[in-house]
């Protein structure tokens, strides 16, 4: 869109200019209004169009007047009528700016949509929450980014954080992320808080704390494979144990940590990647008390943990003193918003956890740091997490209805599944052939740390972008299920 505003010259001396926001100019002809009407509706109709956008700075009304050849009077009358209209918020020291609620005001369409069409292929390799059938949540969002956007002093982005705030988070944020992690661990302390860019960050700040190249670290059978490769990368050792439908098995880590006296255990407790499993509660106790007795450091990544309405406390409500518990928002709010809180076992705890980041990381960026701050505290977060939790239940109904049960293992707040193939499949055969239908998925080799690998798929329902791609995927599924390779067209 070509712009009518004049341009900036190199004697440009109004404030404005100068401090670099740029000057807006209404376009005031044919127009038969009172020239503060005018301006008032010259604002709201650049909302429209797009050329003011919510959060952008305003000129000054001096700058204004003088460049309109206006009277001051005119120009603030202007003002005022646009703020009495809900287009323009005034912060003392700050400025004038179009405010977030415009949108909504002016019934504005959003200035970007949400892609929902089909993809060329259905990606589930990367196990993320399905998009909120919920437009009216995606203008709370816009509002909230905008919010967290005024929030940031602009100078922090223009240089590199101060060494004792570079890593660990700003005192907001890591108070933010204790109110989050309070529905999983009741009180939590921001001094034991450390956030972090991302999981992947978190578990390779904490690994390299923990352990050093050629010690061992224990697992499930089946785990994630960001902690395989990471710790593939710092030269681990991993010890993978056996696993039941319920998870983690107490006994067989009791047994690999006495054979192999690990550094850390890492584990997923709840809603296991990728079997599901939800490990009881006598299991946690159990677990506890193991580490406690060897004095064994528990890496918990709870990332899916506030999907379940109901869930078992934590293992770091059991063994406070030896568990870093890991949450985030990728899993649960946003995947694109990259924000990781770890609690520490004690504030010291967190110190070292947070010069580890600073060797891996440096730190945390402000802008997601800030907006997940936002998002929480205005309770976009709550209200995101309850959406991806609906949206998940009505996908799982979905996989009950068109997928043999004998088949699959799933939780019906998890957007992932667990699927067993029957004997006439193998787990390379199915993929191979799901890939020429046009979906992509992960076979258990990819979560494989001990024992032979079982014949299964992690299904990623949050993959589709639409319910109906979601159906149409599993309807695939199920057709190939009843089929043996060779009617599938699978060279055997």
Request: overall charge neutral.
């Amino acid at each position: 869109m070509q712009s009518d505003i004049p341009a900036r010259t190199a004697e440009a001396s109004d404030p404005a200019e100068q401090s670099g926001s740029g000057i807006w100019q209404p376009d005031l002809a044919n127009r038969s209004k009172p020239v503060y009407l005018a301006i008032a509706d010259a604002i709201a109709d650049d909302v429209r169009s797009g050329r003011l956008a919510a959060g952008h700075r305003m000129p000054p009304q001096r700058a204004l007047a003088d460049r309109l050849g206006l009277d001051l009077t005119t120009v603030s009358r202007a003002y005022g009528e646009a703020r009495r209209r809900g287009l323009l918020d005034a912060r003392v020291g700050q400025g004038t700016f179009i405010s977030v609620q415009t949108s909504l005001a002016l019934n504005v369409p959003p200035p970007t949509t949400v892609r929902r069409e089909a993809a060329a292929i259905i990606d589930m390799t990367m196990n993320q929450p399905p998009l909120p059938d919920a437009p009216d949540l995606l203008d709370r969002v816009r509002q909230g980014l905008a919010q967290a956007m005024l929030r940031i002093d602009p100078q922090s982005l223009l240089r590199y954080p101060d060494t004792a705030t570079a890593a660990g988070g700003l005192e907001e944020d890591r108070r933010a992320g204790a109110h989050w992690l309070s529905r999983r661990l009741g009180t939590a302390d921001a001094g034991r808080i450390v956030v972090c860019p991302g999981t992947q960050s978190a578990l390779l700040a904490l690994l390299s704390m923990l352990a050093r190249p050629g010690d061992t670290v224990c697992t499930e059978a089946l785990t994630y494979p960001g902690f395989k490769a990471i710790a593939g990368q710092l030269g681990l050792r991993v010890v993978g144990v056996a696993m039941d439908g319920d998870g983690l098995d107490p006994d067989a880590l009791r047994a690999a940590v006495e054979a192999h006296a690990p550094k850390a255990l890492y584990c997923t407790p709840t809603l296991h990647n990728p079997t599901t499993a939800t490990l009881p509660a006598h299991r946690r106790a159990a677990i506890a008390a193991i580490a406690r007795d060897h004095g064994i450091p528990v890496i918990e990544d709870d990332i899916y943990g506030v999907l379940p309405q109901d869930a078992p406390p934590p293992i770091a409500t059991l063994a406070p003193d030896l568990t870093f518990h890991v949450t985030g928002l990728a899993k649960c709010v946003a995947p694109g918003l990259r924000i990781t809180y770890v609690a520490a076992p004690d504030a010291r705890q967190a110190m070292r956890l947070a010069a580890a980041q600073r060797a891996t990381m440096l730190g945390t960026p402000p802008i997601p740091a800030a907006v997940a701050t936002q998002w929480i505290g205005d309770g976009t977060a709550d209200a995101l997490l309850a959406a991806i939790r609906a949206e998940a239940t009505v996908r799982q109904r979905m996989a009950r209805d068109l997928l043999p049960s004998s088949a699959m293992t799933a939780h019906p707040e998890a957007f992932h599944l667990w699927l067993r193939l029957p004997p006439a499949w193998t787990r390379g055969e199915f993929a191979a052939h799901l890939r020429s239908r046009g979906i992509a998925a992960a076979v258990s080799d990819t979560f494989l740390t001990a024992g032979p690998a079982p014949e299964a798929l992690r299904i990623c329902l949050g993959a589709p972008v639409t319910r109906a791609d979601c159906r149409h995927m599993l309807e695939i599924l199920a057709d190939t299920l009843e089929q043996s390779p060779a009617l599938a067209g699978i060279v055997i």
